[in-house]
Every structure is written in structure tokens, then in C-alpha cells.
């Protein structure tokens, strides 16, 4: 009792208490960000086989002299039909202004 540490001082159990919340939080924390790691993955995976179908799509219409040629009936050839018009032209629009 004259201002030296005790060797009896302990946490005791808010110390412990402390402690418990603590690693519950780290541990959620840690699970959390697993799972979106593991979502931004699948993600870019998805974004991947995407690209590569639509890689996939464009070889294949270069390969087939047919794709995008409006007598082959492809309505999004994004050719112009006899009226001027495209395929991807909204079908209300007659190319008129102001009317």
C-alpha cells in the first residue's frame, strides 16, 4: 500500500466482457467482408463470360456473311430500310420535324 503495483490486479469481467465484444465484432466483420469479396468475384466472373459471349457473338456475325443483312428478316441489323429508317429508330418517329 505504498504505490507499488499489486500483483492481484486483474481485468475482471468487464475486462473480459471488453474483450468478448470485441472479437464478436471482428469476427462479423471479418465474415462480412468474405462474403463480398466472394460476391465482387462471382461478379467479375460473370462479367468476364459476358464479354466473352458477346466476343463470342461478334466473331460469329463477321464468320456469317448473312448476319446483319435485312433480307436475312434480322430486325436489329442496324441496317437502314428502303424508308431511311434503322432498325433501332423509335417506330413512332416518321423523321418529320416539328410535326
Known amino acids: ?3 507499488a503495483p499489486s500483483a492481484m490486479v486483474s481485468p475482471g469481467l468487464w475486462g473480459f466482457v471488453a474483450f468478448f465484444v470485441l472479437a464478436l465484432a ?3 466483420l471479418m465474415r462480412n467482408m468474405n462474403a463480398r469479396m466472394r460476391r465482387m468475384s462471382y461478379a467479375a466472373q460473370e462479367r468476364e463470360r459476358e464479354a466473352d459471349a458477346k466476343a463470342g457473338r461478334r466473331d460469329a456475325e463477321a464468320d456469317d456473311p448473312t448476319a446483319g443483312d435485312p433480307k436475312s428478316g434480322d430486325p436489329k441489323s442496324g441496317e437502314r430500310g428502303p ?3 434503322s432498325a433501332d429508330d423509335d417506330e413512332g418517329r416518321t423523321g418529320e ?3
Request: proline letters at 0%; hydrophobic letters at 35%; glycine letters at 24%.
Open 1 to 3: 500500500m505504498n504505490g
Open 26 to 28: 471482428l469476427y462479423l
Open 83 to 85: 424508308d431511311g429508317a
Open 97 to 99: 420535324s416539328g410535326t
